[in-house]
């Protein structure tokens, strides 16, 4: 059997070779060189602070925090949450302190931690999203992540990710406003008929890479009670049920717009799941509604994923980022030999231009 180990050396037992491979997980989005293409998802861990006990922050891609708007606000009405098959719904509403609060209170604990901040933006207007990007100059910020695709707004019209234009002038007024230095990302929603036709207006009014997907709208009903489980009816559904509608959009928008650095969301609860977004076009993923139940996820996943890698002797996290768009007579063999048998590397061979493999193992 595998052992995975914590060093990230995948071992297999004494009779076959050890992967004695150091993957460089190293990743680039926009102008940013990040060591580990592992972040936590927004939402699932407020500001990060209650996952430390449980991960190396430092040593994650970053945390993207919850979503923060100009002034408090107390989310919406109970019960805002509800187990579905393979996945959750919320409705949570968009709850929290105001940038303000936010600033002083989180921010300064990931700065003063030490791990870096992606920090999303949500508004109800475009002006509301131009002052939130001016209140970040200054700040400790690896990146903004514009939130234009919350589920749970009262007014469905304010989801500027379901129309173009919409999506353009919340873009436009961030990119403007925010500090020049830090990458812009838009959050986007998979509840659209074509996301390239969105993606592409968020690339061209100035985003510098787009993070797929949000949750997607739900609905739960209980049997007994015959009324909607949500007090806000309503909910975005997250989790494994919706990983390969996440994926799929991955894959689409990457296959559009290649050289746009993407971040995949969705329903990631292993490296092996981390590894299909990689391969589907994503440069880094974010971790979310897995950290309800192993709130240590980020960091395993991390592992895993290195593990995963090193165990397919591929040297660069890089080398495969969008690597399943590969023609097919370039595909590798269904059933490859196990590792450890010098035929693999054959095998893999053709890949040879967009990956590259330790033949010194
Ligand atoms: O706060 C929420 O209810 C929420 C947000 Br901002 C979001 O972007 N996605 C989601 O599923 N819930």
Redesign the pocket.
């Known amino acids: 059997m595998s052992d995975v180990s914590g060093d990230v050396r995948l071992r297999t037992d004494d009779l076959e070779p050890s992967y004695d491979i150091d993957v460089d997980m190293t990743t680039t989005l926009g102008k940013l060189e990040i060591p580990d293409p592992v972040f936590t998802a927004?939402?699932c861990a407020a500001a990060g602070r209650e996952l430390a006990p449980f991960n190396d922050l430092r040593a994650l891609g970053g945390v993207v925090t919850k979503?923060i708007l100009l002034g408090p606000r107390a989310?919406r009405a109970t019960p805002r949450m509800a187990e579905t098959p393979s996945g959750m719904l919320?409705?949570?509403?968009?709850?929290g302190p105001g940038i303000d609060a936010f600033l002083d209170r989180d921010l300064r604990w990931l700065e003063d931690n030490g791990v870096r901040a992606v920090v999303s933006i949500?508004g109800t207007s475009v002006d509301d999203y131009s002052k939130l990007a001016s209140k970040l100059r200054g700040q400790p910020v690896t990146m903004v992540e514009v939130?234009i695709?919350?589920?749970?707004v009262e007014d469905r019209g304010q989801v500027f990710a379901c129309e173009r234009n919409a999506a353009a002038a919340v873009v436009q007024a961030v990119r403007r406003n925010a500090p020049s230095q830090v990458p812009v990302f838009v959050k986007l929603s998979p509840d659209v008929t074509d996301i390239v036709d969105i993606a592409r207006a968020c690339v061209d009014n100035g985003a510098d890479g787009l993070s797929l997907v949000?949750?997607t709208l739900g609905i739960v009903i209980d049997p007994d009670t015959m009324r909607p489980v949500l007090a806000g009816v309503t909910g975005?559904l997250?989790g494994p049920a919706i990983r390969p509608l996440a994926l799929r959009c991955v894959w689409q928008v990457h296959q559009a717009l290649p050289e746009v650095p993407l971040m995949g969301i969705g329903g990631i609860r292993t490296g092996l799941d981390a590894l299909e977004f990689i391969l589907a076009g994503a440069s880094a993923v974010q971790v979310g509604t897995v950290i309800f139940n192993d709130p240590s996820a980020p960091a395993r996943i991390s592992r895993e994923l290195r593990a995963a890698l090193a165990q397919r002797r591929i040297a660069r996290l890089r080398d495969v980022v969008g690597l399943a768009h590969r023609p097919p007579e370039l595909s590798i063999p269904e059933e490859p030999d196990p590792p450890g048998d010098e035929e693999l590397v054959a095998e893999v061979a053709p890949h040879r231009s967009a990956v590259s493999f330790e033949e010194d193992v």
Request: charged letters at 0%; proline letters at 5%.
């Open positions: 927004s939402g979503s989310g919320n409705s949570i509403g968009l709850q949500a939130n695709s919350c589920p749970n949000n949750t975005g997250s």
